[in-house]
């Protein structure tokens, strides 16, 4: 395994991380067998970066995760988030409001079985609690008290992204980057590394789409509240499906398009880690395998191309 250092958080991280959102279901049906099965295979590999959020299963993923790391805490940097409700009466809604990040903070903290989270982040805020929110007070308070170690924040867009690493309050900053999605290579990624922040990336495999694996007939079964189920149908779909074959050349023997996929997130120097989310022991085998990978410049350059000539939107 590569490590990285986590930007100004001094953190020493594992270039390729874990994603557990798969874990509570989000993806369809899970087993705990197979998600701690993945977390597992994710400390043997030397993994140690593990990402969650309270709104994963409403709290399902960092109850499995406490479990799986019990006696096992101090080998991993643990990373959650508050703020995006995913159930309940307030199903949707982003709520920042300084009691309430202090109290689903320390629910987090209940879960997971820990006295500190090494990372947390604020789960989607926009530009104005970002830049004029009450909670950073609140996240500078519970640094001082030793409850967490470091905050940052999990954002959607790519001003949202530009107004953190401006504000300054943000250690970290977590963003969806991919091989379809390249956006925050052109600003976001240059602004961080020069700030020393923390980059994050997630969403590499595009929900699975990068790994190759799909096809049109697998829109059947997302299904419910697989989160594949909104845009993995119809038209959008078959439209990545194609660019997805545009990008086949990337597999080559002894490397799946999945590793190529994490490795080209990886090539970003701004990068400090990925965090592909993995269903079991398998998929986290495989994707670890990206941390041996490097994409020659020239597949680098055909990628940058497809994404000037076609794929960006
Ligand atoms: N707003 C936010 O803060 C936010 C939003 C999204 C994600 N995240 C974080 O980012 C993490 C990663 O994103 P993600 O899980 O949405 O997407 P992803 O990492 O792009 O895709 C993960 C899915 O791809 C499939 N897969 C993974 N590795 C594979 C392999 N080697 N071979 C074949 N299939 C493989 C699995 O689904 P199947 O087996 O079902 O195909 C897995 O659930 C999340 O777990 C979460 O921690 C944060």
Same mark, same amino acid.
């Given at each position: ?160 992204? *530009?107004?953190? =690493?401006?504000? @300054?309050?943000? %250690?970290?900053? /977590?963003?969806?980057? #991919? ?91 701004? *990068?400090?880690? =990925?965090?592909? @989310?993995?269903? %079991?022991?398998? /998929?986290?085998?495989? #994707? ?26």
């Amino acid at each position: 395994m590569e490590y990285r250092t986590l930007g100004r958080t001094g953190l020493k991280v594992s270039a390729i991380g874990l994603g557990t959102m798969v874990h509570a279901g989000h993806f369809g049906p899970m087993k705990d067998e197979e998600s701690l099965d993945a977390i597992d295979a994710a400390l043997d590999l030397g993994v140690n970066f593990i990402d969650t959020s309270d709104a994963y299963g409403a709290g399902y993923s960092e109850t499995l995760l406490g479990k799986a790391l019990k006696g096992k805490r101090g080998k991993v940097v643990l990373a959650t988030k508050g703020g995006n409700v995913m159930a309940g009466p307030n199903r949707g809604k982003r709520i920042f409001a300084v009691d309430y990040i202090g109290r689903v903070m320390e629910e987090s903290l209940r879960r997971l079985q820990t006295d500190y989270i090494d990372l947390y982040q604020l789960h989607n805020p926009d530009v104005e609690v970002i830049r004029n929110g009450e909670v950073w007070e609140l996240l500078e308070r519970r640094k001082k008290e030793g409850k967490i170690r470091h905050y940052g924040v999990s954002i959607n867009k790519m001003d949202e992204g *530009v107004a953190a =690493v401006r504000d @300054g309050r943000s %250690d970290t900053i /977590q963003i969806e980057y #991919n091989l379809l999605d390249q956006e925050p290579a052109r600003e976001v990624f240059p602004m961080a590394q020069e700030a020393n922040v923390g980059v994050i990336v997630r969403v590499p495999l595009r929900r699975g789409l990068l790994t190759g694996k799909f096809t049109l007939e697998d829109q059947q079964r997302f299904q419910g509240e697989d989160v594949r189920a909104r845009n993995f149908a119809g038209e959008i779909f078959s439209k990545e499906l194609a660019k997805v074959e545009r990008l086949r050349f990337l597999a080559k023997p002894g490397r799946s398009l999945a590793q190529a996929a994490i490795a080209f997130c990886i090539a970003q120097p701004a *990068v400090s880690v =990925v965090i592909p @989310g993995a269903r %079991d022991g398998q /998929q986290m085998r495989d #994707n670890a395998g990206a941390a041996g990978v490097r994409l020659p410049a020239e597949d680098l350059r055909r990628v940058e191309e497809l994404w000037r000539n076609g794929f960006r939107p």
